[in-house]
Antibody, heavy 122, light 107 residues
Framework: QLQLQESGPGLVKPSETLSLTCTVS??????????WGWIRQPPGKGLEWIGS???????YYNPSLKSRVTISVETSKNQFSLKVSSVTAADTAVYYC??????????????WGQGTLVTVSS | SYELTQPPSVSVSPGQTARITCSGD??????AHWYQQKSGQAPVLVIY???KRPSGIPERFSGSSSGTMATLTISGAQVEDEADYYC??????????FGGGTKLTVL
């Protein structure tokens, strides 16, 4: 059974960089049919896609966040990571990592991590 | 950014049929997918590619899509189906987007 687990600091100061890692177990991050994505959810609000990465390192990002977001992959560790720079209180959210089943016709997130709350506060 | 529009809330009595809609300009050409999120939990995929049900999802969950609207139907809704439901699709450029979410109340 595929499992994803987010890890990283739960508290980040304003203007600093938020960094999270997602560790994948029970399957290989190098599988050809999948991207790996980050989604966030501010408290009491809806889901927002942040960006996604293929095992080769190919990425695509939400245009509204693109200038501040970097997603990278480390296949040897079966991990992928998220960095969000210059954070503000608006970046406070539960951050989820997820597997993104992807084909020419369709893509969707089928496995999710449990999520980790990141609070931006001084 | 691409907008997928859902009603904020839907309420049904146990055993009734709940229908949650999702409208988006690209839906005639793009699949809709649906997630269930119970309080404090990660989202769970309940319908993918408009109408397919993942393994382990009860048969009372079904989906359809016509034109610019996709619909999630829960036939004979149960108390345990009470949750937030999100539709998901991509815009014409392939950028993912979630709907705003619908709170389903079953009481």
């Amino acid at each position: 059974q595929l499992q994803l687990q987010e890890s990283g600091p739960g508290l980040v100061k304003p203007s600093e960089t938020l960094s999270l890692t997602c560790t994948v177990s029970g399957g290989s991050i190098s599988s050809s049919s999948y991207y790996w994505g980050w989604i966030r959810q501010p408290p009491g609000k809806g889901l927002e896609w942040i960006g996604s990465i293929y095992y080769s390192g190919s990425t695509y990002y939400n245009p509204s966040l693109k200038s501040r977001v970097t997603i990278s992959v480390e296949t040897s560790k079966n991990q992928f990571s998220l960095k969000v720079s210059s954070v503000t209180a608006a970046d406070t959210a539960v951050y989820y990592c997820a597997r993104q089943s992807s084909s020419a016709e369709s893509e969707y997130f089928d496995y999710w991590g449990q999520g980790t709350l990141v609070t931006v506060s001084s | 950014s691409y907008e997928l529009t859902q009603p904020p809330s839907v309420s049904v009595s146990p055993g009734q049929t709940a229908r949650i809609t999702c409208s988006g300009d690209a839906l005639p050409k793009k699949y809709a997918h649906w997630y269930q999120q119970k309080s404090g939990q990660a989202p769970v995929l309940v319908i993918y590619e408009d109408s397919k049900r993942p393994s382990g999802i009860p048969e009372r969950f079904s989906g359809s899509s016509s034109g610019t609207m996709a619909t999630l139907t829960i036939s004979g809704a149960q108390v345990e189906d009470e949750a937030d439901y999100y539709c998901y699709s991509t815009d014409s450029s392939g950028n993912p987007s979630f709907g705003g979410g619908t709170k389903l109340t079953v009481l």
